[in-house]
């Protein structure tokens, strides 16, 4: 299996101010992914982060506002950019290390005043 | 568009009494369907990989079972330890881009009382 970290845990940021959050993996992946889960929600993808390519968003999310970085094929980071309080989520790092496995990071908490 | 609902939305149950979680799903192609247990404040832990119809797949006090149309989680004889969210999300036969994206149910509630 594959150990993820993040930094941070959680955090409160104030509106109109940005949060970058850091994925760290035990292990050389190709892919990794960036999830959002809203309050009460289930997981929903924001992007793919290949290792020496642009991320690849899903509908409804663009880059200005998560930008992505994936400088080598350990780490990689999210940045949510320009933060309104509808930006409260928990937002997870996945990697799929295997054909047959994806795992999941422990998620960073944000709450935005 | 892929689509995955889970049901019942909330579940508990007293220890010892055996139960299924549904999840239903569309997908143009399936790749995989995968189950996760979510505890409070923590991110999902995987559980299984299911690929095609009959397939089944056992943990401790959980089996997964997998049809054209839906899946099934068995959870035998529960524990209150076994209390959490249970997601299930699919992956396509897509390739390019789309390629390792999960697309989630809302997710199980279940809670297992002493």
């Known amino acids: 299996s594959a150990v993820i970290s993040q930094k941070p845990s959680r955090d409160i940021c104030q509106r109109g101010t940005s949060l970058t959050i850091q994925c760290q993996v035990d292990?050389?992946?190709?892919?990794m992914f960036w999830y959002r889960q809203q309050p009460g929600q289930s997981l929903t993808l924001i992007a793919t982060a290949n290792q020496g390519s642009e991320a690849t968003y899903e509908s409804g999310f663009v880059i200005d506002k998560f930008p992505i970085s994936r400088p080598n094929l350990t780490f990689s980071t999210l940045t949510v950019s320009n933060m309104s309080p509808e930006d409260s989520s928990i937002y997870l790092c996945?990697?799929?290390?295997?054909?047959?496995?994806?795992?999941f990071g422990p998620g960073t908490r944000l709450t935005v005043l | 568009e892929d689509q995955v609902t889970q049901s019942p939305e909330a579940l508990r149950l007293q220890e010892g009494e055996s139960s299924s979680l549904n999840c239903s799903y569309t997908?143009?192609?399936?790749?995989?369907l995968f189950w996760y247990r979510q505890d409070p404040g923590k991110g999902p832990e995987f559980l299984f990989t299911l690929y095609s119809a009959g397939e089944e797949k056992e943990k401790e006090r959980l089996k997964a079972t997998l049809t054209k149309k839906e899946s099934f989680l068995h959870i035998t004889a529960p524990k209150p330890e076994d209390s959490a969210t249970y997601l299930c999300?699919?992956?396509?036969?897509?390739?390019?881009?789309?390629?390792?994206?999960?697309?989630f149910g809302q997710g199980t509630i279940l809670t297992v009382h002493p």
């Open positions: 292990s050389q992946v190709t892919m």
């Open positions: 997908v143009s192609g399936l790749r995989g």
């Open positions: 999300a699919v992956q396509a036969n897509a390739g390019g881009t789309s390629y390792g994206k999960l697309t």
């Open positions: 996945s990697v799929h290390p295997l054909v047959d496995t994806q795992y």
